[in-house]
């Protein structure tokens, strides 16, 4: 791929992702949605697909990978997935790491891993704020199919497609 330094390599970690969460634990001290232990252990039952980067010597990011059963910590629920569809959740580039196409090309290869094991339908989860990771997404192929807010009026959970349709659960959407 031009334009990526040759420092960087990408692992794919599904039954052992030891080598992932002992980092994703330190720095989850700073940012908090890192290491949330309700999503740790169903990935790890549920057989998702962590990915770590790397650049030289070091973990620079990661991207979560749901499969079946995933927490999604926004919406403080598990959403159980179709067959053949995985479901990007989360995608981080450590700060000092940025502006080196390192998210990109993760997010390509990704794809390609995924892809090679059968997955037809392969979604993503990015907050309208977070213009750098829309950008990426969006530079590799993925189309923006609705906008979904989560929120609880009397402890009862609402979500909203789109800004303004109601909807029961996240599972409409997903068909």
């Given at each position: ?41 169903l990935a790890d039952s549920e057989g998702h697909v962590f ?29 159980t997935f179709p067959p053949e569809t995985a479901f990007i ?26 892809k090679e094991r059968n997955y037809k339908r392969i979604l ?52």
């Amino acid at each position: 791929m031009p334009g990526l330094d040759p420092k960087a390599e990408i692992d794919f970690l599904i039954d052992d992702k030891q080598a992932l969460i002992p980092w994703l634990k330190c720095h989850g001290k700073k940012f908090t949605w890192m290491h949330i232990e309700r999503e740790l252990q169903l990935a790890d039952s549920e057989g998702h697909v962590f990915v770590r980067i790397s650049y030289g010597e070091k973990t620079a990011g990661y991207i979560k990978v749901g499969v079946n059963g995933t927490y999604i910590h926004d919406f403080g629920r598990i959403v159980t997935f179709p067959p053949e569809t995985a479901f990007i959740y989360d995608t981080f580039i450590l700060p000092d790491y940025r502006g080196n196409n390192l998210s990109f090309y993760a997010v390509i290869k990704t794809l390609s891993f995924l892809k090679e094991r059968n997955y037809k339908r392969i979604l993503c989860h990015i907050e309208g704020w977070n213009v750098a990771s829309l950008k990426v997404f969006r530079k590799s192929g993925f189309k923006e199919i609705c906008s979904i807010r989560f929120s609880r009026i009397l402890g009862l959970p609402i979500f909203l497609k789109n800004g303004y349709r109601p909807m029961a659960s996240i599972r409409s959407i997903l068909g």
